[in-house]
């Protein structure tokens, strides 16, 4: 969601131009910039068909297509509608499954009270373990979405999907409250980055020792939000604290070690620095994968929990390839850019 216009009367909240529901009737009202000028583009019953999205995506990716702010359920029940459609491809389901993740994320940064909005954030975890849950090639197609360009809200949603693969994996079991539990803490475990200057985030040079240690308070930043929200579990509210927290005590912000992480926590980790070195940033290319793997092989020994990471690694038979400083953090990578061999 972008930021809300005024059109007459009406307050119009910016979508996402993939998002719009294609070759059906629209429940909504669609409005379209044009030149500076927002206009009445379809009303509800009409079609936009996916030849026109594809223009339209073609024109500006962002802060062109709007609607009512009080339809804006309407768009969120289409696209989990099209998210359980059969009939759709995997690809356009994942799709759907990310649109939406992404309106809930953009909440959950940006809205005064995060109780209503985790709760709402809480049905969009079922849906990912579901969908995650229906097959390979679903997760497959996530992780395909996931590899254009970097920002928190694209991170938020993919470290979700990878904890609750993980955690499908590490604790053998398909228990849907886990998995939800696991999904949420991956979805929230950087929601302090709501205190964190955006200018910071998105630093392609190296951060300053006061800016690193401002970057660093943002486990408790997030905590601080989480803790009073009786609707999360408090197995995601550690996570949120103690995500930067390494297996062997080098992490922070309370430099905890072994067991003294939450098991669940030293899960998110790992889903978090995939994340990282899967996704394009402006500063390092997208590794693959395996290259990522292999990455995270060569940084420093205990870094991770290690029967974790073996069940990550299980798949995976690689030798190491890239060089990857041992000071590696997720949050900036900027601070330890990665050299291909
Ligand atoms: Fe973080
Ligand atoms: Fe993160």
Excluded at 253 to 266: D, H, K, M, N, T
């Amino acid at each position: 969601m972008l930021a809300p216009k005024k059109n007459d009367k009406a307050i119009l909240i910016g979508i996402r131009t993939n998002s719009v529901l294609q070759d059906r009737p629209l429940p909504y009202d669609l409005f379209l910039q044009v030149g500076g000028q927002v206009v009445h583009f379809r009303k509800p019953g009409d079609v936009v068909t996916g030849d026109r999205v594809k223009q339209l995506c073609t024109q500006s990716s962002e802060g062109l297509l709007f609607i009512p702010a009080e339809q804006k359920s309407l768009h969120l029940q289409s696209l989990r509608d099209q998210l359980k459609d059969p009939d759709l491809k995997t690809e356009d389901r994942s799709r759907m499954l990310k649109e939406s993740a992404f309106v809930h994320v953009h909440d959950l940064f940006t809205s005064k009270d995060i109780q209503p909005v985790v709760t709402e954030a809480r049905s969009l975890v079922e849906d990912m373990v579901s969908f995650v849950s229906t097959d390979v090639a679903a997760v497959a197609s996530l992780l395909n979405l996931s590899r254009h360009d970097y920002y928190t809200y694209n991170h938020s949603v993919d470290v979700a999907v990878y904890s609750i693969v993980l955690a499908k994996r590490v604790y053998g079991t398909d228990d849907k409250k886990l998995l939800i539990t696991a999904g949420l803490g991956g979805l929230l475990h950087d929601i302090g980055k709501r205190d964190i200057d955006l200018g910071l985030i998105n630093k392609a040079s190296s951060l300053t020792s006061s800016e690193w240690e401002m970057m660093r308070k943002h486990p408790e930043f997030g905590h601080a939000y989480v803790k009073q929200v009786d609707t999360i579990p408090n197995d995601s509210k550690m996570v949120v604290l103690q995500h930067h927290e390494n297996f062997d005590g080098t992490g922070y912000p309370f430099g905890l070690s072994g067991e003294g992480i939450s098991r669940l926590a030293r899960v998110v980790t790992i889903a978090d620095v995939f994340d990282a070195l899967t996704t394009k940033r402006s500063y390092h290319h997208a590794s693959s994968p395996l290259e990522a793997i292999s990455i995270m092989k060569g940084m420093q020994p205990g870094k991770f929990d290690p029967s974790i990471f073996n069940s990550f690694d299980r798949k995976f038979q690689t030798s190491p390839k890239v060089e990857i400083p041992t000071s590696f953090d997720p949050c900036c990578a900027a601070n330890s850019r990665v050299k291909k061999k």
